[in-house]
């Protein structure tokens, strides 16, 4: 059974960074695209972030060139690191397949002050 445990939100001014973690297990995590989804008060879950089993990245248009997808597949761990936050990226953030399983984690909530 998979479990996906995100971590690393917190309270930031605009502008500011944070580095999010996910550590996956019950999958064979190293074979898997993976992505990185948002959800924002009264707003659909989206998807901001994917990395292919090779690394290859693809970003939403509103996080390009800001938010930065990597993997360690050996630690099964999924990063995401954000720089330049603004107020509108404040959301609660999830790790989960590109293709995502019906389990979610608790995600880790992210709020950017202005």
């Known amino acids: 059974q998979v479990q996906l445990v995100e971590s690393g939100g917190g309270l930031v001014q605009d502008g500011g960074s944070l580095r999010l973690s996910c550590v996956v297990s019950g999958i064979v995590f190293s074979i898997r695209t993976m992505g990185w989804y948002r959800q924002a008060p009264g707003k659909q879950r989206e998807l901001v972030a994917r990395i292919t089993r090779g690394g290859t990245t693809n970003y939403a248009d509103s996080v390009k060139n800001r938010f930065t997808i990597s993997r360690d597949n050996p630690k099964n761990t999924l990063f995401l690191q954000m720089n330049s936050l603004k107020t509108e990226d404040t959301a609660v953030y999830y790790c989960?397949?590109?293709?995502?399983?019906?389990?979610w984690g608790q995600g880790t909530q992210v709020t950017v002050s202005s």
């Open positions: 989960n397949a590109d293709s995502p399983f019906a389990t």
